[in-house]
């Protein structure tokens, strides 16, 4: 079932299992250290990856206004420490995936017309050429958003992208990491981040391609093509090199455990969000730091996480789990989710799985996923005809059964 990835040229078999591994609060925390002891656990559970938070030196605790790139330490811990944890998980075999913020950059120093884009007396000593003009540097307009408040980093320089193309394989070959994260992706060209995944060839890549869901007077449009569309453009522009964030599918998953599960089947009978699509470059997620955590911008209905779980963790697309659901909601939930993951494996259900919906109404949603797993969402009554079908594992409003 792999594919060979030219930018890697690592054969990825789709079968990546993700753990965002931090929330809002962690860098109060000694998070490194807090992180060192849960490798074990975090292997033993299945996850092939553990996205860290940003590892840099930043103006900002949470890693979001990086300032000095090449200083890794950070109110996460120091240097030492991150280095001795990736070791650690390199020992278990849990990827690292870095999250990289190179859309802004914090300046050291004022310079023309008294803004702060300046970057003297640290790692890339960039100037005022190194910031867009929209951001008051003397750099070209910027290829995307704008994150406002902050010097945006102008990638139409050869200069900046030949120095953020020696961090991110200093950070690749030296400190470790081998999976990446791109943040905030709208704010400059996806075909920088082809660039950069073609120079520093990290075996994962996933990007946060996030924008609004289509709403109209009466609460979340029903199609949401569009916004899939957009995220599916962005993968495309990336070389198909990257993942993205299947925000589509969140959008939706959380208004279908409400009662509406015939959100869960579009028009043409397929999984609604970016996984219905392109599920090998779609990663399915419930929540992260921004969307919930202590941010809760846009958070999952809490007493539906497993509703959401068993859906992600059994259907195709590449499933990322969110810390505190994992390890703050109690151990009962930790343990359906670490018996989703072996169930997954076991019924060797990966990233294109074939999927047949069979059930999608109000109160009850069913799904034949692969050759060898069944399951079904809601409080409506159903199970699998034939009994070759075993209960594998059930919870509050899912079930799911195997051959």
Not at 243 to 248: E, G, I, K, L
Not at 257 to 276: E, S, T
Request: glycine share 10%; hydrophobic share 35%; charged share 20%.
């Amino acid at each position: 079932m792999g594919y060979y990835n030219n930018a890697s040229g690592v054969i990825r078999d789709g079968r990546e299992v993700v753990l965002q591994a931090y929330n809002w609060e962690s860098h109060k925390h000694d998070w490194w250290r807090n992180l060192d002891g849960k490798v074990a656990d975090i292997a033993k559970s299945g996850f092939t990856s553990a996205w860290l938070p940003p590892p840099s030196q930043s103006l900002a605790p949470e890693g979001y206004l990086p300032q000095d790139l090449y200083s890794l330490n950070s109110a996460y811990g120091s240097e030492h420490l991150l280095k001795s944890l990736i070791r650690k998980m390199k020992q278990y075999k849990v990827r690292a995936m870095a999250d990289i913020v190179i859309n802004h950059r914090v300046g050291t120093t004022r310079g023309h017309g008294g803004m702060y884009n300046r970057y003297d007396g640290i790692s890339l000593p960039w100037d005022e050429h190194a910031v867009t003009c929209c951001t008051g540097g003397l750099g070209n307009r910027s290829t995307g958003d704008n994150f406002n408040g902050v010097p945006n980093v102008d990638h139409t320089q050869h200069f900046v992208r030949k120095d953020i193309i020696g961090w991110l394989r200093w950070l690749r070959n030296t400190v470790g990491f081998q999976d990446f994260r791109f943040d905030f992706a709208r704010g400059y060209s996806a075909q920088y981040v082809k660039e950069y995944i073609g120079a520093a060839k990290p075996l994962f890549s996933v990007g946060e391609c996030w924008d609004s869901c289509n709403y109209n007077g009466h609460g979340l449009e029903y199609n949401q093509d569009s916004h899939r569309q957009r995220i599916i453009n962005w993968i495309d522009a990336t070389g198909q090199l990257s993942a993205a964030f299947d925000f589509t599918t969140k959008g939706i998953l959380q208004e279908a455990v409400k009662g509406q599960y015939w959100r869960l089947c579009d028009a043409q009978g397929k999984p609604p969000g970016v996984m219905g699509w392109w599920p090998s470059r779609a990663v399915t997620f419930l929540d992260n730091h921004d969307t919930g955590s202590t941010q809760a911008h846009w958070p999952f209905p809490s007493h539906h996480i497993m509703e959401g779980y068993a859906y992600i963790l059994t259907h195709p697309g590449i499933p990322s789990v969110f810390y505190d659901h994992f390890y703050d909601w109690g151990s009962s939930i930790h343990d359906q989710i670490v018996k989703l993951i072996d169930i997954r494996r076991r019924q060797d259900i990966h990233s294109r799985s074939t999927i047949r919906v069979l059930e999608a109404q109000s109160n009850l949603y069913a799904a034949i996923v692969g050759e060898k797993l069944c399951m079904k969402l809601g409080d409506g009554s159903w199970c699998p005809s034939g009994r070759e079908w075993t209960l594998a594992t059930s919870g509050h409003r899912y079930a799911v059964w195997h051959k």
